[in-house]
């Protein structure tokens, strides 16, 4: 069989289960490079060195002809550390790469879409990002494969070393910006202004662990683009009480269906849609019933959840 060239990138932790479902696919594309990042078992958890130990065998289980590069941490970073030094290391290793954590089945033409975007737009700095995601419950804008969105997904990706060098987990340039009418000059509506600037400066003051927000606020910062396929190519299939933040079983983004996107019909010219982006911001982002509707989904599962093992529960 034919092995892919593209490297991938595989970021895991202690969810042994989804680890060995997208690992099987990422093994179906057989990659002739694997970097696995791993982060460590938190102190005080119980069972979880036992869980990390056991997901990391999942990926000695490599049986084609490939190299196997690993990035193991013996202690707990975080997520907002683990997964921005991960990535650091990818890019100081390779120049582009394909990027799943452990909770991301892609399509099987997943792949082969983030391998002739990664070579088409390789030297257009203005796109800075490849997604597998469409969260547009079957809106279709474009007769054509995909189109361009300010709005960065990261639930299986790809990018290359020269837009990753932008990327600052600590969001330096925030404080300075968040003065200026940057946010204005990306947002019309002050409601979605004010919706970023309360993100960014959450994220700037460790209120959020993470690091997506800060590689969305590095594109920008670019004026940066990203692809968003027609077609949603990667399911989200962690969501439940082990994740770190998709923690509700039952959200409307759960377990995505997946369509085989086929061959590429390339869009004539880089312009961002419009049209997605708004039906984004007011869907997916600040939408205040949608936020609230959140809130409560989440604390009713972490109730149950509590319930289920046993524990207490609090208001």
Same mark, same amino acid.
């Given at each position: 069989m034919t092995q892919f060239g593209v490297p991938v990138a595989f970021i @895991?932790?202690? !969810? =042994? &289960? $989804? $680890? +060995? !479902?997208?690992? +099987? &696919? @990422?093994?179906? +594309? !057989? =990659? +002739?490079?694997l970097i696995v990042i791993a982060d460590g078992p938190r102190a005080g958890v119980p069972g979880e060195a036992e869980l990390c130990a056991r997901t990391r065998e999942v990926v000695k289980t490599v049986d084609w002809e490939c190299e196997v590069v690993t990035d193991f941490s013996d202690r707990n970073l975080g997520c907002r550390t683990r997964v921005s030094s991960g990535l650091d290391f990818v890019f100081a290793n390779v120049e582009e790469a394909i990027i799943l954590e452990d909770d991301c089945l892609p399509h099987h033409s997943f792949f082969p879409y983030c391998e002739s975007l990664l070579e088409r737009y390789r030297d257009n700095e203005e796109v800075m990002a490849i997604s597998g995601d469409n969260f547009h419950a079957g809106r279709r804008y474009t007769p054509y494969s995909y189109f361009f969105s300010r709005f960065v997904h990261i639930w299986g990706w790809a990018t290359w070393r020269r837009a990753w060098k932008h990327y600052d987990v600590q969001m330096s340039q925030w404080q300075t910006l968040r003065n200026t009418n940057w946010l204005r000059e990306l947002f019309e509506r002050d409601q979605d202004v004010a919706y970023w600037r309360e993100v960014f400066d959450k994220v700037a003051d460790h209120q959020i662990n993470t690091w997506d927000y800060q590689w969305l606020f590095s594109v920008w910062s670019q004026r940066g683009l990203s692809i968003t396929p027609e077609v949603n190519l990667v399911s989200n299939i962690g969501f439940g009480g082990s994740a770190t933040h998709t923690s509700d079983m039952n959200h409307d983004m759960a377990d995505l269906a997946v369509s085989d996107i086929g061959a590429l019909n390339h869009p004539l010219s880089v312009e961002r849609n419009r049209e997605a982006d708004d039906f984004e911001m007011r869907h997916l982002f600040a939408r205040d019933d949608r936020r609230l509707y959140d809130r409560i989904r989440g604390k009713v599962s972490r109730i149950m959840n509590n319930v289920a093992s046993g524990r207490k529960t609090t208001s």
């Amino acid at each position: 069989m034919t092995q892919f060239g593209v490297p991938v990138a595989f970021i @895991i932790f202690n !969810r =042994p &289960e $989804t $680890t +060995a !479902r997208v690992f +099987a &696919e @990422i093994a179906r +594309a !057989r =990659p +002739a490079k694997l970097i696995v990042i791993a982060d460590g078992p938190r102190a005080g958890v119980p069972g979880e060195a036992e869980l990390c130990a056991r997901t990391r065998e999942v990926v000695k289980t490599v049986d084609w002809e490939c190299e196997v590069v690993t990035d193991f941490s013996d202690r707990n970073l975080g997520c907002r550390t683990r997964v921005s030094s991960g990535l650091d290391f990818v890019f100081a290793n390779v120049e582009e790469a394909i990027i799943l954590e452990d909770d991301c089945l892609p399509h099987h033409s997943f792949f082969p879409y983030c391998e002739s975007l990664l070579e088409r737009y390789r030297d257009n700095e203005e796109v800075m990002a490849i997604s597998g995601d469409n969260f547009h419950a079957g809106r279709r804008y474009t007769p054509y494969s995909y189109f361009f969105s300010r709005f960065v997904h990261i639930w299986g990706w790809a990018t290359w070393r020269r837009a990753w060098k932008h990327y600052d987990v600590q969001m330096s340039q925030w404080q300075t910006l968040r003065n200026t009418n940057w946010l204005r000059e990306l947002f019309e509506r002050d409601q979605d202004v004010a919706y970023w600037r309360e993100v960014f400066d959450k994220v700037a003051d460790h209120q959020i662990n993470t690091w997506d927000y800060q590689w969305l606020f590095s594109v920008w910062s670019q004026r940066g683009l990203s692809i968003t396929p027609e077609v949603n190519l990667v399911s989200n299939i962690g969501f439940g009480g082990s994740a770190t933040h998709t923690s509700d079983m039952n959200h409307d983004m759960a377990d995505l269906a997946v369509s085989d996107i086929g061959a590429l019909n390339h869009p004539l010219s880089v312009e961002r849609n419009r049209e997605a982006d708004d039906f984004e911001m007011r869907h997916l982002f600040a939408r205040d019933d949608r936020r609230l509707y959140d809130r409560i989904r989440g604390k009713v599962s972490r109730i149950m959840n509590n319930v289920a093992s046993g524990r207490k529960t609090t208001s």
